[in-house]
């Protein structure tokens, strides 16, 4: 088993910058790939980035250029940094971890789920 904590939601004007935590313990040894989704009101949940020693940092089209994933091994955390935040970014962000090492952006196929910090971009 794997547990997942996440941190660093909360409210924050368009434009501006929030930095994302999740920070991984139990089973570390069996995870290859590190990853968000997030999830808006009335939405399906939607992949946003992923991590892994076995494929270059990957991000959805919506935040390429803006968000950055980063990962501290020796922590086993994992962070998203979200610049340039935009309203239609408003959703429960979500860290998951996967022991598979192909890259995948479909939640079902992620093993281990946080519980989610909200992100508000006000207008």
């Known amino acids: 088993q794997v547990q997942l904590v996440e941190s660093g939601g909360g409210l924050v004007q368009a434009g501006g910058s929030l930095r994302l935590s999740c920070a991984a313990s139990?089973?570390?040894?069996?995870?290859?790939?590190m990853g968000w989704f997030r999830q808006a009101p009335g939405k399906e949940r939607e992949w946003v980035s992923a991590?892994?020693?076995?494929?270059?940092?990957s991000y959805a089209d919506a935040v390429k250029g803006r968000f950055t994933i980063s990962r501290d091994n020796a922590k086993n955390t994992v962070y998203l940094h979200m610049n340039s935040l935009k309203p239609e970014d408003t959703a429960v962000y979500y860290c998951?971890?996967?022991?598979?090492?192909?890259?995948?952006?479909?939640?079902?196929?992620?093993?281990?789920w946080g519980q989610g910090t909200q992100v508000t971009v006000s207008s």
């Open positions: 998951a971890v996967r022991r598979g090492v192909e890259l995948t952006t479909t939640p079902r196929l992620w093993d281990y």
């Open positions: 139990g089973r570390t040894s069996s995870i290859s790939a």
């Open positions: 991590s892994s020693t076995y494929y270059v940092d």
